[in-house]
């Protein structure tokens, strides 16, 4: 499999894959307040799609939706002497009306609208316009007795549109990678956040202005290196609106670790593991090499190498190596629930031998201790500031030879039995993989990972 077959497989699996059931919601909520303030039933009239959707930086999955609903002016006299909370809820109460089973609440600066795989967040505004004869928008805050904010999102789309013009549509397709990266990673980052690094990081470079896929492995490593060379800041400028973008958590050292990867998978070109390296930066929707070989050993009339399997209400895909058989039984949290991190969460791993606790696993691996087999390991969470109720799920995922020699991959989702922890063996060497993921609202709101290198 060529590079640009590889990241154009990449690209494909992250498109957008629901866009008619989204745009029918946008115009359910248009219709409702057009009908409310404007007594229109126009689908399309008065709302602006925003956020990622809005900007076509969004990816399959995509679980957080933005809207502006543009108020008529002759409504400000009656909204803007302290009637913020008012708006909002004259909104929700709109929406509510046509929609009675829909799950729609106030939130601060905005309705959420909730659905089954996403939720739009429905921000009312009013339209101004400055001296320059450029439009801005007035949207409500709700909090410390209220206030008027300013949001320029149309800015923000037409400069995201102008590079990505420029860079020969790369922009867009790096930021739909790092999005990526963002859930394999489990970074702690906005979307606007994301498309304004990508957005800068292409405008430092023309490497990059007419390359096509078969430079993403250069443009993935570069990318990740501007990254992990990013000073710490609180926010960043956005593109066009030049409004702040908030840094929700360090991103620089995954970054780092990132780039490293990037290297391994570039070295590993025309190898039987570049896929499998690739998939370390970019997760699930990285092409597998096990897809390709089925399909190629299917029209030679060969082996069977794919079965349907269920399991935990996730599709299991049982793929055939090339060298040997074994069942590819992974699966993928995204595969069942909306990826939307909000919150933080931390796991650890205490090892054991004969009921004698001996180290943590985050001391050994720092200090370079290595992890020999026959050993107990209880997995836990050490930190999560998920409000509750929240649900708790783990996977293990055993890597190498020698767990593809004894078929036992494993990589299923398992729910949380209650005590935030998870127990295991040591029982074979490779490069182990422990990931859990807390559930609230039908997302997973916060994801953490370890690696368990057992010698």
């Not at 590079?3 to 029918?24: C, G, H, P, R, W």
């Not at 004869?133 to 923000?156: A, D, I, L």
Request: a positive charge.
């Amino acid at each position: 499999m060529s590079i640009t077959d590889m990241f154009k497989a990449l690209l494909d699996n992250l498109k957008v894959d629901n866009e008619e059931l989204i745009s029918s919601r946008y115009g359910e909520i248009t219709a409702s307040l057009n009908k409310k303030f404007r007594d229109s039933e126009s689908k399309e009239a008065n709302s602006l799609k925003v956020g990622s959707y809005g900007r076509y930086t969004g990816i399959k999955g995509i679980s957080d939706l933005d809207m502006l609903y543009i108020m008529p002016k002759g409504k400000w006299d009656v909204y803007k002497d302290g009637k913020q909370s008012q708006l909002l809820t004259d909104v929700k109460d709109a929406i509510k009306s046509r929609y009675s089973t829909t799950d729609v609440r106030v939130d601060r600066l905005v309705v959420t609208v909730t659905y089954k795989n996403f939720h739009v967040e429905v921000q009312p505004v009013f339209e101004e316009t400055d001296d320059d004869g450029n439009s801005y928008f007035k949207y409500p805050e709700t909090y410390y007795g209220g206030s008027w904010k300013v949001t320029k999102p149309r800015q923000e789309m037409q400069e995201i549109k102008a590079l990505n013009d420029k860079k020969n549509k790369n922009l867009r397709l790096l930021c739909k990678m790092a999005r990526a990266w963002r859930k394999k990673h489990n970074v702690n980052m906005g979307g606007l956040l994301i498309d304004t690094l990508a957005y800068n990081f292409m405008k430092s470079t023309s490497e990059f202005d007419d390359k096509s896929f078969l430079y993403f492995d250069t443009l993935s490593r570069d990318f990740f290196k501007y990254l992990s060379d990013q000073p710490n800041q609180d926010y960043y400028k956005a593109p066009g609106s030049n409004q702040n973008v908030r840094v929700k958590a360090k991103f620089q050292k995954t970054a780092e670790q990132t780039h490293d990867l990037c290297l391994k998978a570039i070295a590993a070109e025309g190898k039987d593991t570049v896929n499998d390296k690739w998939k370390k930066v970019y997760g699930s929707h990285f092409p597998s090499r096990a897809v390709e070989e089925s399909k190629s050993t299917a029209s030679l009339g060969g082996i069977l190498a794919g079965l349907a399997v269920a399991g935990a209400g996730v599709a299991v895909s049982k793929a055939i190596s090339a060298k040997q058989n074994y069942d590819n039984t992974e699966e993928f949290i995204e595969n069942s629930f909306p990826v939307r991190l909000q919150y933080n969460l931390y796991i650890d791993c205490d090892v054991s031998q004969n009921g004698f606790r001996e180290n943590s696993l985050a001391n050994m691996l720092a200090s370079r201790i290595p992890l020999l087999a026959s050993k107990s390991l209880l997995f836990k969470v050490t930190f999560c500031d998920v409000p509750e109720p929240f649900d708790l799920k783990w996977k293990v995922l055993n890597q190498g030879d020698e767990a593809e020699r004894r078929n036992c991959i494993r990589g299923q989702i398992h729910d949380d039995k209650g005590y935030l922890t998870r127990n295991e063996k040591t029982n074979f060497r490779g490069a182990h993989l422990v990931e859990c993921y807390a559930i609230k609202n039908g997302c997973v709101v916060a994801r953490a990972s370890i690696d368990v290198p057992i010698q």
